[in-house]
């Protein structure tokens, strides 16, 4: 019984050891930074899609604005980044592309986001205009971001998302 107690005691005591080794330094600093939709990465993806799909909560009486924040994930940059936000008209991985009409909501700055010195953080608004009807059909509008910059790299989970809206 003794040996018994010995060998496992000896066994926890090497695992202890070599659970303690320190010399993984992994850091995630990719020379291009990523940059993400914060809307996509707190809510899960819509049934068949690969993105959200947010209601905005239009009527008859008011339209609705939304701001959908952008993450910049990597390493601060010490001057300005311009990234550029796309609708998705034609399609994407799960087959469903923009809906709505384009006099139905507005970008601001027509899709593009700055973000400041030393931030992670930039907002961009979409505004939907007052539904036409309460039995108006229901659009949906996809922003994607422009994956096509060398100063950036869109992130492949969360470079979708989506907003539902009466037109």
Do not use: H, W
Not at 53 to 71: C, D, E, F, H, P
Not at 76 to 81: D, P
Not at 83 to 108: I, K
């Amino acid at each position: 019984m003794k040996k018994v107690l010995v060998i496992a005691v000896s066994v926890l005591s090497l695992l202890g050891l070599y659970a303690c080794d320190n010399s993984l330094n992994k850091t995630f600093d990719p020379a291009t930074p990523f940059v993400e939709f914060q809307p996509a990465v707190l809510t899960a993806n819509s049934v068949g899609r690969f993105y959200p799909l947010i209601s905005t909560g239009n009527s008859v009486t008011a339209g609705s604005t939304q701001t959908a924040q952008l993450n910049l994930v990597g390493r601060q940059r010490s001057s300005e980044l311009t990234v550029r936000v796309l609708v998705d008209q034609t399609g994407n991985p799960a087959g469903t592309g923009t809906t709505a009409q384009s006099s139905s909501y507005t970008l601001s700055n027509g899709g593009t986001v700055v973000f400041a010195p030393n931030s992670s953080t930039a907002a961009m608004t979409i505004s939907v205009g007052k539904a036409t009807s309460t039995t108006a059909p229901v659009a949906n509008i996809v922003l994607v971001i422009d994956s096509t910059s060398t100063d950036y790299k869109a992130s492949q989970n969360y470079k979708r998302v989506g907003y539902s809206f009466r037109q």
